[in-house]
């Protein structure tokens, strides 16, 4: 049996992982923040760009807002393209 | 990030993968059908129109980096370049989810049209996850397409849902509506095919499928376990190793892009003769 369960340890079985990432995706859609974050990312970016533009001319877009969820925690990751410097006469 | 367009002018191509019946392969042909594009170079989007049944995302195991979706997108709560995912493993593969909070009614004609344009602009391929059913999601899948994937099991049912998904495609679509515009190219991609089966005539042979539904086959995708394992990991299964699904995948894929590659059903069971006395089915 030892020697069976040696050779399948090699890699982690994929049932396990189909678990795993179940687990970490419905506990965040079960909670209340869950259901609640499709409206509050599009907020928050906005929130975002009405701050910085107080100082710095940038359009809608040059906010990116990423995310990546884990099961102890997540992380958020804002790109701003901020206007090349020295530049404000035209356009 | 800089995508400015490549050269050449992209394709753009709008790709529904249909079906009808639930539960037939869909997701993961559209997952394998948008990586196998991918693959090949082509700069490929598959968007998941199943709204408020988000699946496409853990088929493609990007279901933790989801910020914005396709309905914010239509809603302006978001720009289209804000909610595409990129690939980790494809740099010429994008997603876009959907919500999985709202009901398919955000999904409007004009707001679909709005992104799928931008969406032409940009890439070669634009491939439709359609939801089950034939109703406003399924319609709003395939209005814009230029091509459909019609996805299959040789099983009553299914083939009975596809032939009636195939009136819709040439009735209720842009394309059959505009005058002078060429049809939808709708083509069946025959899913959980087993070999063993259909020789034991349990199972309804290639040929059989295709003299009811009367469409031209874009390939044969054998029933396979390397299916299953692949959802489980959240890969899309022509990046998950090699396999008789992932090759037939890849078949119909290069089939779509306009070659010619040979039709050839390959069932998992079809090990040699030593392998079926010793071995184990893999």
Not at chain 1, 61 to 79: F, W, Y
Not at chain 2, 22 to 34: F, L, R
Not at chain 2, 195 to 211: A, I, K, P, Q
Not at chain 2, 272 to 280: I, Q, V
Request: with cysteine; proline share 4%.
């Amino acid at each position: 049996m030892s020697l069976f369960s040696f050779t399948r340890k090699k890699q982690p079985k994929s049932a396990q992982t189909a678990k795993d990432r179940l687990q970490i995706l419905l506990a965040h859609e079960r909670s209340s923040s869950g259901a609640a974050e499709a409206d509050y990312l599009p907020m928050l970016q906005r929130d975002i760009v009405a701050a910085i533009r107080k100082y710095v001319p940038i359009g809608d877009t040059d906010v990116d807002v990423r995310m990546e969820r884990g099961d102890q925690m997540s992380s958020l990751e804002i790109n701003i393209d901020l206007p090349r410097i020295g530049k404000s006469k035209d356009s | 990030m800089t995508t400015e367009p490549k050269k050449n002018p992209p394709l753009g191509r709008v790709i529904v993968i249909t079906s009808g019946k639930g539960g037939v392969g869909k997701t993961t042909s559209s997952a394998a059908i948008s990586a196998g594009l991918a693959k090949q170079g082509f700069k490929t989007v598959v968007i998941d129109f199943d709204v408020g049944l988000r699946n496409l995302d853990m088929t493609m195991g990007c279901e933790r980096r989801v910020v914005f979706d396709f309905i914010n997108v239509i809603q302006g709560d978001a720009k289209l370049k804000q909610a595409l995912i990129k690939d980790k493993r494809v740099d010429t593969l994008f997603i876009l989810p959907t919500s999985q909070t709202r009901d398919k009614d955000a999904l409007t004609k004009e707001g679909v049209d709005k992104v799928l344009t931008e969406l032409r602009a940009e890439f070669d391929y634009i491939i439709c996850d359609s939801p089950a059913g034939i109703e406003h999601g399924a319609q709003m899948a395939m209005y814009f397409a230029d091509e459909a994937v019609v996805v299959t099991n040789p099983e009553v049912s299914s083939v009975r849902d596809s032939d009636r998904v195939l009136g819709l495609l040439s009735s209720q679509t842009k394309r059959a509506e505009t005058e002078g515009s060429d049809p939808i190219k709708a083509q069946v991609l025959i899913t959980r095919y087993d070999e063993t089966r259909v020789e034991n005539g349990e199972m309804m042979t290639v040929e059989d499928v295709l003299e009811i539904l009367a469409v031209p086959l874009l390939g044969v995708v054998p029933e396979s376990k390397a299916i299953l394992k692949a959802s489980n990991v959240g890969t899309p299964v022509v990046l998950d190793g090699p396999s008789a699904a992932a090759q037939a995948y890849e078949d119909a894929v290069s089939r779509l892009t306009g070659k010619e590659v040979e039709m050839r059903i390959q069932g998992e069971r079809r090990a040699g003769l030593f392998k079926r006395l010793f071995g184990r089915a893999s």
